[in-house]
């Protein structure tokens, strides 16, 4: 049973970050004013037609796509995702399970399937994002509103506090990984193998789709899923309850509403994501949320069978003793899952 092989995850220092987290001085200036971010015209350009294909092959196609192309779309999206959830997102970035050789590389094909940007970025930025949260050094920070959280933070270059604090994340285990290392090196082409030209060319071999509609429906697969990404650091970071960590920020224009939130639509989305407002006070745990609802949290599922399986192993989770004391120290009365008062 995968029972075994969960570990309650005590170890002192671990848990004394996770009480302490936000009385620790930042080593990021809260009032730095922004920098001057050059807009990226590239990434304008290409976002807008990424958009626009997408949006046109919706209203122009769907009346004649192919039954089996919506399956395979929606199919091929949702297993995506899980490249990103239980592979880049709980496994390497937050080595919150291991997983076997079979189940790494495996990970890493879906990861590609979902066509973000190579391992060693999308990990460094997450790293980023927990460490120096809702301050200039966080790549999309939420204190400078919605649009630059979930999109507009790909479109400049860079803050010089992300650069400056990005650079100094701890990525040692990720270089030193033999599967993130093949798929970094090989990214551009398995990428586009694995998001594009497979997913455009197997329902046109398959059951005779057109070109035309094979091509927009892995657009529309693509920005949908995009979006399923983007809505946790947006959404999930602005409406919701915050059960374990009732403080918001204080800086910015949407200064005191801004803070990692339990935020049930974007689970939906995001396969088991948007339960954070606890990610982010324990983002060890494997299941991303205090409580197990699979309906709600996909992802949570999948790693537990991996682990039925004996693919995955050394799934840590705290204990409910430490979950309790967080919540009645600094959480705001809810419960995680119902909105509930809890206390
Ligand atoms: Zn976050
Ligand atoms: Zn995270």
């Known amino acids: ?40 015209w590239r ?30 779309n929606i199919a091929y999206g949702l297993t995506t995702g899980f490249g990103v959830t239980a592979g880049a997102h709980r496994l390497w970035a ?17 990861y590609c399937m979902a066509g973000q940007t190579r391992f060693y970025n999308w990990i460094r930025d997450h790293r980023t994002h927990h460490k120096y949260t809702e301050t200039p050094a966080d790549p999309h920070d939420a204190t400078r509103g919605f649009f630059f959280s979930h999109i507009g933070w790909l479109m400049v270059k ?12 701890d990525m040692s285990d990720i270089v030193a990984d033999p599967v993130l290392r093949f798929f970094d090196r090989y990214y551009e082409v398995i990428m586009v193998s694995l998001c594009f030209v497979l997913p455009i060319l197997l329902p046109m071999l398959v059951w005779n789709e057109t070109l035309f509609i094979s091509v927009h429906a892995a657009f529309i697969r693509y920005v949908w899923s995009l979006h399923a990404t983007f809505v946790v650091n947006s959404f999930a970071h602005m409406w919701g309850n915050r059960p374990y960590n009732r403080q918001v920020s204080t800086r910015g224009s949407h200064a005191g509403r801004v803070k990692p ?32 609802a699979y309906g709600l949290n996909a992802t949570t599922a999948f790693i537990e069978l991996m682990a039925l399986v004996g693919l995955a192993y050394n799934l840590k989770t705290p204990s409910k003793e430490l979950v309790d004391r967080t919540t009645m120290k600094k959480g705001d009365g809810t419960n995680s899952l119902w909105g509930n008062h809890r206390h």
Request: charged share 20%.
């Open 1 to 40: 049973m995968y029972t075994t092989t969960v570990t309650q995850y005590e170890e002192k220092k671990e848990a004394d970050r996770t009480l302490e987290k936000d009385v620790e001085p930042l080593p990021v200036p809260r009032e730095r004013t922004p920098a001057s971010q050059p807009i990226i």
């Open 43 to 72: 990434n304008v350009i290409g976002i807008i037609v990424l958009h626009f294909l997408a949006v046109y092959g919706f209203v122009s196609g769907y009346r004649d796509a192919k039954f089996w192309t919506w399956i395979w």
């Open 94 to 110: 937050h080595k919150s399970y291991s997983a076997k050789i079979p189940l790494r590389i495996f990970l890493a094909c879906l």
């Open 158 to 169: 860079r803050h010089p506090a992300v650069k400056e604090y990005g650079s100094k994340v």
């Open 261 to 292: 939130t339990e935020n049930p639509t974007v689970s939906f989305f995001a396969l088991g994501e948007g339960w954070h407002n606890y990610h982010h006070s324990f983002p060890w745990d494997y299941k991303a949320a205090e409580l197990g």
